[in-house]
């Protein structure tokens, strides 16, 4: 009796394998079938992992305390310092390469000499979600998103790479033309695009960010103070709206806690850039 039932547990055993096999291959087959209709390849995580070493997690005060993180990448592959949910301490550390001083806030530290340093290239940024099993797929929808709008802020097409595995997460790492780092609120801009794009089906981007569902629990808000500048920076260059030379952009003598607070593009859209941050810049204020 006791085979027989054992045997029974175990056809039912496969039974479940194989129809979780299925569904698998179903989702991947749809997958594939969104690649294909937006346009877009999905990238490969059975390639070399992107980044070469990680940097540990260090505690910080972020508003968030889940959802996507962010961390810039080296030119040689390294990570430039802890994964951060807050997007703003993006323009902290490109404020530390450029002045060479050291960005400590909210328990956040970036120091241009003992950090690795930034791919000042390339706008090289990798992201994780703990626990989202998905975030490939997420990230080429990002991809598409990015895409999509690239060429109407002047820039070159971003591409995708799998990063590797990191404490038990996969890592996707979006590299963009570096003129996404060429101010506070262009960095700002870029890592809100793509978090915004990760469930981006394709489709005009601009209605995207009228109906999209948000991935961060604040990015209505955020989305909508940050509009009137997205309007306004669409179809200018860079150059028209801010300093020619990139370190301009980031003045030595805005410290560290307006570069943080007071430079994104919330802030841009909504007219409240602090005036040591935005000094230099062709176009201070959007009407």
């Known amino acids: 009796m006791e085979n027989k039932i054992d045997m029974e547990k175990a056809k039912r055993s496969a039974a479940a394998r194989a129809g979780w096999a299925k569904r698998r291959a179903a989702k991947a087959a749809a997958v594939a079938a969104k690649v294909e209709a937006i346009g877009v390849a999905l990238p490969d995580d059975s390639d070399k992992p992107f980044i070469t070493k990680f940097f540990n997690d260090e505690g910080m005060a972020q508003i968030y305390s889940s959802g996507l993180e962010y961390a810039f990448v080296g030119p040689t592959g390294e990570q430039c310092h802890a994964f951060a949910f807050c997007k703003d301490f993006l323009q902290d550390a490109?404020?530390?390469?450029?002045?060479?001083?050291?960005?400590?806030?909210?328990?956040f530290s970036y120091t241009y000499d003992k950090n690795p340093a930034l791919d000042m290239s390339n706008t090289r940024l990798a992201v994780r979600f703990k626990g989202k099993k998905d975030l490939k797929e997420m990230c080429f929808k990002a991809l598409a998103f990015l895409h999509a709008l690239e060429v109407s802020f002047g820039m070159s097409q971003s591409s995708l790479s799998y990063g590797g595995d990191f404490k038990g997460d996969a890592v996707w790492v979006f590299t963009g033309d570096k003129k996404w780092m060429y101010s506070p609120p262009m960095i700002s801009l870029y890592s809100l695009f793509i978090r915004v794009g990760l469930n981006y089906e394709g489709g005009d981007w601009q209605e995207h960010l009228g109906k999209t569902t948000f991935v961060g629990r604040n990015d209505k808000q955020y989305l909508s103070q940050a509009m009137p500048a997205i309007k306004f920076l669409n179809g200018k260059k860079v150059e028209e709206v801010f300093a020619d030379e990139w370190e301009k952009n980031y003045p030595s003598d805005a410290n560290v806690s307006y570069m943080h607070n007071n430079s994104g593009i919330a802030c841009l859209g909504s007219n409240n850039i602090n005036s040591s941050v935005n000094k230099n810049w062709k176009i201070k204020s959007i009407g």
Do not use: E, M, P, R
């Open 94 to 107: 490109v404020w530390s390469t450029l002045n060479k001083s050291k960005a400590a806030i909210y328990g």
